[in-house]
């Protein structure tokens, strides 16, 4: 198999546009595309702050090396790089040890907060009284709050994070599924400013998990591919199958589910209304009269103690 530009040995096959590519010419049609995606999801200049969110796996290590090489200093935009220790023994530890060094080794400013800030919990802790929402429920939740809180302290005008077309398309089966219009609304990347939510975007939005993979190997960034012990309950595991297999028998699929949300969110938005700005005692954004955070480290802490 060789690359249709160069006729070197070809590293990979995309079916959904019928290339064969080397290493270097991958590598260049993946960072165009991703630049792209910036281009278009934020507006920087120079002065602002954007931060971005890494666990240390693929997807948010090769968000972290492209930024990294798009704003490194030279251009007046300061890159933070913030982690979440979510307490899961065995496997955060490894990944935010990759994280640090690849921030010291490329001189990236390192902030890190830990779920240990919520009332002393751990996933380690939440997993076992997690009955009718599973771990990932809760582990969502709290990484948002402490994620956007940090990026809120280091004064990042934008929040990027790992979200690949894979993690949309599910996303967006989701809430269709559930008839959560409301929730499709406010789907990433984050358009309009709402005040104490730094808004997210997401660089690699149009690029398959699997070419995320294949970047990290060729382009040798480090990640930690360990396994969430908890994964498994996620709901969202039966979405990924069931997109997996509409992709496999038609390619292209993916981009299909995301580029119809992306026609049909502006009249989702409409359709949603206006939202009141609302803020919890902590200080986060909310819709009631808490969030989602506080009332579930409520509820743990409670079945701690009992």
């Known amino acids: 198999m060789r690359c249709d530009l160069c006729g070197k040995d070809a590293v990979t096959f995309l079916k959904y546009n019928g290339s064969h590519l080397c290493g270097l010419h991958f ?93 002393g919990l751990t996933m380690d802790s939440i997993a076992p009284l997690s009955r009718e929402n599973s771990p990932c429920t809760y582990c969502g939740v709290f990484r948002r709050k402490l994620m956007n809180d940090e990026a809120r302290r280091v004064g990042a005008k934008y929040l990027a994070t790992g979200h690949n077309l894979d993690d949309v398309a599910q ?54 591919d360990g396994e969430c012990p908890y994964w498994t309950e996620a709901l969202r595991n039966e979405y990924r199958d069931t ?13 299909s589910i995301v580029s119809s949300y992306d026609k049909i969110k502006p009249l989702l938005k409409q359709n949603a209304g206006p939202r009141e700005d609302r803020f919890c005692a902590c200080g986060e954004p909310c819709n009631g009269r808490r969030c989602k955070a506080c009332e579930y480290e409520e509820e743990l802490s409670e079945k701690l103690r009992n």
């Open 27 to 119: 590598m260049e049609f993946f960072e165009r595309r991703v630049k792209k995606e910036i281009r278009k999801e934020v507006s920087l200049y120079k002065g602002d702050t954007v931060a971005v969110a890494v666990s240390g796996g693929k997807d948010s290590m090769v968000t972290l090396s492209i930024m990294h090489s798009l704003f490194d200093g030279r251009n007046g935009i300061r890159l933070v790089c913030i982690s979440i220790d979510e307490g899961i023994a065995g496997y955060r530890p490894p990944s935010l040890d990759i994280v640090r060094k690849y921030c010291s080794d490329n001189g990236i400013e390192y902030h890190e907060r830990a779920f240990t800030e919520l009332s």
């Open 171 to 224: 996303s967006v089966m989701m809430n269709f599924v559930r008839g959560d219009v409301e929730r499709l609304a406010r789907l990433g990347p984050h358009t309009n400013i709402r005040p104490g939510l730094i808004p997210r975007f997401y660089p690699l939005r149009m690029i398959p998990e699997k070419e995320s993979l294949l970047y990290a190997i060729v382009a040798g960034i480090p990640f930690w």
């Open 243 to 255: 997109v997996d297999t509409l992709e496999d028998r038609s390619p292209g699929t993916k981009y």
